[in-house]
């Protein structure tokens, strides 16, 4: 935005009342954006102030803006209280902006409270991704199953958790390497008492997860063969009445609820199965790739309604018997029952968690979209999460991939930076072997990505994306509200840090290159451009990325 008037002009961008709360009090969010339309900045000095008025609502907690330069905006959270209302009230109200010498304010239709959840696609819509999600920035994901014995397939061309639909087609090489390495009469179900878990350790894991630097994990519940890691009542087959005989999603939320309390918990379920004979994804039920001959569906209990018999009981039981504050479904059909997300919804809200809910439980309503594999993303002011392997093309583990084609820590760390700039998480899978170990080069990059995060972590974290923009060239840039400004560089920075995009910086403003001391010198060329000077010795503290924070007196 360009100023549109002399002195110091506010103004009510954007406002609307949310879902999301604040704090033990639970205070109700309200979403502000506030710009300055002047041409003089806006300081603490002026004590500017954000707050809502309603009848029947009070402010409980104001949102203060410490610095906003002109043509720059902010995003801010108002927490409201309306103890005199039914939740779900429609009132109408303003949001007021004060200051020393400035003022604005905006009529804005809200809804006080917060209601509890309906079984339709309307209500669901209300909801968005929490405060804990988006700040948490990155994710391990977790696709351990049966696939996990033969893990096999052509290296960075096919998922190796998709062994049994692969080895069922003649033409792909899975179904010539089971034939080779397993036998032609050798089933998938085979590998079901191979699936030992016998070296899982799940608080290693959870720690693991902890030292990687992530804020949460996803770990596959159900994948598309059907075989439950949870203690489902439904089905017998499930990891409980075979292979470990052992309830592994229960084990490792146990492990992060009491070792690592910070990490969320969050859980994978693959809405079809394959060769259900309820009602088969890929059409019929299991079959002797090469010869045609049917086989048994190991644990199958005879169901005819997949839908209402299988998949939603099982579902209800991760929400109601695990609390994840993740559920993310996959492949979206059969579609869920809404009921079922409302359930995940109002569980939570009954407790005072905040949950979220990925896009592909076939429903149009969904916190949060999931790229896969992606190589470059787009800034969006909708909220994403791209997931991938630090394989090279596979979320389970495969045998066939060497060390050296795994994603090195440059790779990953800028793609996290990446992703982070342009409004999104990174949810980084790892394919554990079937008796539970994590293979070492996946700890090592998970280490390696953790240890950057100890250093350049503030420019992740609780960050947001820039309104002017995610990148220049091999730049990113995030905003942790008012507090700094973070330039991070894709490439090793030269001497000096050349940046043409109009930073939020000025006169007293300080720059450090983190995980270097002393501060950095900079000046605007006459063009306006940004330059920072960048000594040798600065440079040589980094790796992966090189993050500049541009901080301001309070």
Not at 458 to 474: F, I, L, N, P, R
Not at 525 to 552: E, H, I, K, M, Q
Request: hydrophobic share 40%; aromatic share 10%; with cysteine.
């Amino acid at each position: 935005m360009q100023p549109v008037t002399a002195g110091r002009a506010v103004a009510v961008r954007a406002a609307a009342s949310t879902t999301l709360w604040l704090g033990t009090g639970r205070s109700q969010v309200v979403a502000v954006t506030v710009a300055n339309l002047g041409s003089e900045p806006v300081t603490a000095a002026h004590r500017l102030t954000v707050r809502v008025r309603a009848d029947g609502v009070q402010t409980t907690a104001p949102a203060r803006i410490a610095r906003l330069l002109p043509g720059e905006q902010a995003r801010v959270q108002v927490g409201i209280r309306s103890p005199g209302l039914p939740a779900g009230t429609k009132v109408d109200g303003t949001v007021e902006v004060t200051g020393q010498g400035v003022a604005a304010h905006r009529d804005v239709p809200l809804t006080a409270g917060i209601p509890r959840y309906r079984g339709t696609e309307a209500s669901l819509a209300t909801h968005q991704a929490p405060d804990w999600y988006d700040d948490a920035k990155f994710g391990i994901f977790i696709h351990w199953g049966v696939y996990s014995v033969p893990a096999w397939a052509p290296v960075g061309k096919e998922y190796a958790e998709w062994y049994w639909a692969q080895m069922d087609n003649p033409n792909d090489p899975t179904h010539a390497h089971h034939a080779q390495t397993w036998g032609e009469d050798f089933a998938y179900d085979d590998f079901i008492p191979r699936f030992t878990a016998a070296r899982f350790d799940p608080v290693a894991w959870v720690r693991l997860f902890e030292q990687a630097g992530a804020r949460y994990f996803v770990l596959t519940g159900k994948h598309h063969e059907g075989f439950a890691l949870f203690d489902s009542h439904v089905s017998d087959r499930t990891a409980v009445r075979m292979g470990p005989h052992r309830d592994l999603v229960r084990e490792l939320f146990d492990a992060a609820r009491r070792h690592a309390p910070s990490l969320h918990t969050g859980v994978y379920y693959s809405l079809p199965e394959w060769y259900n004979p309820a009602d088969p994804w890929r059409g019929r039920g299991p079959q002797n790739p090469y010869t045609g001959a049917a086989e048994p569906y190991t644990g199958d209990r005879g169901e005819t309604d997949y839908l209402h018999q299988l998949q939603i009981p099982q579902l209800k039981e991760l929400i109601t018997r695990y609390r994840p504050d993740v559920l993310w479904g996959d492949i979206g059909s059969p579609a869920t029952d809404p009921a079922v997300v409302a359930l995940h919804f109002n569980q939570a809200l009954e407790s005072g968690r905040q949950v979220t809910v990925n896009n592909r439980m076939g429903l149009a309503a969904a916190d949060f979209t999931t790229p896969e594999y992606a190589s470059s993303f787009a800034l969006s002011t909708a909220k994403f999460e791209a997931c991938r392997g630090i394989d090279p093309f596979s979320f389970g583990y495969n045998a066939a991939t060497p060390d050296d084609a795994y994603a090195t820590a440059d790779e990953l760390v800028g793609q996290l930076v990446d992703v982070v700039s342009k409004n999104g998480n990174l949810l980084l899978d790892i394919g554990p072997r079937a008796d539970g170990t994590i293979p070492a080069i996946m700890a090592t990059r998970l280490r390696e990505m953790g240890a950057w995060l100890d250093v350049n972590g503030e420019a992740v974290y609780g960050t947001t994306y820039w309104d002017k923009g995610a990148a220049e060239g091999d730049l990113r840039f995030t905003v942790a509200g008012d507090r700094a400004f973070y330039v991070s560089s894709l490439v090793r920075p030269g001497s000096q840090l050349v940046v043409h995009a109009p930073v939020p910086i000025a006169s007293g403003d300080r720059v450090h290159l983190l995980g270097y001391r002393p501060e950095l010198s900079w000046r605007h060329r006459d063009d306006g451009v940004l330059v920072v000077d960048v000594p040798a010795a600065a440079t040589d503290t980094g790796r992966y990325v090189w993050t500049f924070r541009v901080s301001w007196p309070h």
